[in-house]
């Protein structure tokens, strides 16, 4: 969702810095870079080490999604250059939308609620229903099932390597949002939706 449907990394990345300033832990932009996309458990993991225990990581997590709120609120958000238009154009062509995040329902709901796209979503889901965060595609898959569509007749968009990866190992075709992505197998790679040709969607899933 962030990155993709609206672009609140840099609003993430100061949440972490001071949710891991009050465990006496640095967190620069080369960190955030290295985790952005992951579940907050194995993020956490990942920086702190696999011997953090269950409630450290609910403590500081808590911490970070507190900080991102109150600064996506202070700051508001919009939907990135093309959104609308996509969000608006692939129903009439017969296309199911899910959110499938590493985020909690919390961020996700406060997000749909600021930019008023709750309502263009067949599905959403979250990082508390599935049991492993991306780059394992469990997420995508979930979305697939309540969509009701296999996942060779699915559609990723993603700007988080974990999530360009999530995708390709789900058997998703998957365009990448960002520099780069091409290099992690992604189908198709712009730097921003709106830059998407009429017709991508379809062009993608066709035979061969």
């Known amino acids: ?70 600064l996506m609120a202070e700051a508001g958000i919009e939907p990135l250059p093309g959104v609308r238009a996509w969000l608006s154009a692939l129903p009439r062509s017969g296309f199911r939308m899910a959110i499938a995040s590493s985020a909690p329902r919390e961020n996700l709901d406060a997000i749909l609620a600021a930019t008023g796209l709750a309502g263009a979503f067949d599905a959403v889901i979250s990082s508390e229903e599935v049991s492993h965060g991306k780059p394992h595609p469990a997420v995508f898959l979930r979305a697939a099932e309540r969509v009701g569509a296999t996942p060779d007749r699915c559609v990723v968009v993603e700007d988080a390597p974990a999530g360009v990866l999530a995708g390709k190992r789900g058997g998703m075709r998957v ?24 017709g991508a969607f379809d062009r993608l899933l066709q035979p061969g």
Do not use: C
């Open 1 to 70: 969702m962030d990155g993709t449907l609206v672009d609140s990394s840099e609003l993430h990345f100061i949440a972490w810095r001071e949710a891991l300033a009050a465990e006496g832990r640095s967190y620069d932009h080369s960190d955030h870079d290295a985790v952005f996309g992951m579940r907050n458990d194995d993020l956490l993991r990942r920086l702190i080490g696999p011997e953090i225990t269950a409630p450290e990581i609910a403590r500081i997590a808590g911490a970070k999604e507190r900080h991102y709120r109150k």
């Open 175 to 198: 365009i990448g949002v960002g520099p780069r992505h091409a290099e992690l197998g992604a189908d198709l790679s712009v730097e921003r939706l709106d830059e998407l040709a009429e």
